[in-house]
């Protein structure tokens, strides 16, 4: 099964949470095993985060990037961290 990473803008987004989920729903359907880093719960640093999302990257083979990427830092440094790791990156 391909397991797929869903990367996007969280941070200073209201409605990530269902903008992830629809895309997860999306991948789901089409036989994809996702990662869906929205559902981590608040309150860790930035830097916690990326460290648990960049792990959850290294148990996939695909990346898919939402189309608002390039507003998140955090979006930005998957990407560059998943082509780094040769993962297949698939953009909305």
């Not at 989920?21 to 916690?48: D, H, Q, V």
């Not at 830092?73 to 560059?80: H, R, S, V």
Request: charged share 25%.
């Amino acid at each position: 099964m391909n397991k797929v990473y869903i990367a996007g803008k969280i941070t200073g987004l209201s409605n990530y949470k269902e903008k992830f989920a629809a895309t997860e729903k999306e991948l789901t359907e089409k036989g994809y095993l996702c990662m869906n880093p929205s559902i981590l719960n608040e309150g860790f640093a930035w830097r916690e985060y990326i460290h648990i999302c960049l792990s959850m990257i290294d148990v996939c083979t695909t990346v898919y990037v939402l189309d608002n990427w390039q507003e998140s830092e955090g979006a930005k440094t998957e990407l560059q961290y998943a082509i780094k790791k040769g993962k297949k990156i698939i953009y909305q």
